[in-house]
């Protein structure tokens, strides 16, 4: 599959599946429809950050029922394309699908919890990756 392929089921990774892989799993969803499965998972799994209902429902998206997943919990033959967030993400599953015919792409992609600052620098943060996420969906998956 090249770049500019849309691929039929995809996988975004971060580190705990709490924040930057879900938010590209619903913004995907969101942005492009059925025509391609999107699901997340984390190196590990971890909790759902409590920024991430309100940041998705200013984009008028339902994220409440989220619960995190771990890569392990996943067959990842199933996927065409996985994208990996962070560099542990990276690496994990890098490890992981050694053995599989599976396409990756690595899009780095900030952490906002580790912004310093009251509630709104932290929400400009989640926005920031948010916004910059969903241009990127759009490109790769949308167009």
């Known amino acids: 599959m090249s770049e500019t392929s849309k691929p039929s089921s995809v996988l975004f990774v971060c580190n705990m599946n709490a ?19 999107f ?12 920024f991430m209902p309100f940041i998705m429902q200013e984009r008028g998206i339902g994220f409440e029922f989220h619960e995190s997943k771990d890569l392990v919990d996943f067959d990842l ?3 065409d394309l996985i994208v990996t967030l962070t560099p542990q993400a990276h690496h994990v599953t890098l490890e992981a699908i050694r053995d599989e015919n599976c396409e990756i792409e690595y899009w780095p992609t900030e952490n906002p ?9 932290v929400l400009d943060s989640f926005r920031k990756v948010r916004n910059t996420l969903e241009d990127k969906i759009k490109s790769r998956f949308c167009e």
Do not use: H, K
Request: charged fraction near 20%.
């Open 77 to 79: 033959s199933e996927f």
């Open 19 to 37: 924040i930057r892989s879900p938010m590209a799993e619903y913004l995907a969803r969101d942005i492009c429809g059925t025509s391609t499965t």
């Open 39 to 50: 699901q997340s998972a984390g190196a590990q799994a971890g909790y759902v950050d409590p």
């Open 113 to 121: 919890a580790q912004v310093a600052g009251n509630r709104e620098q």
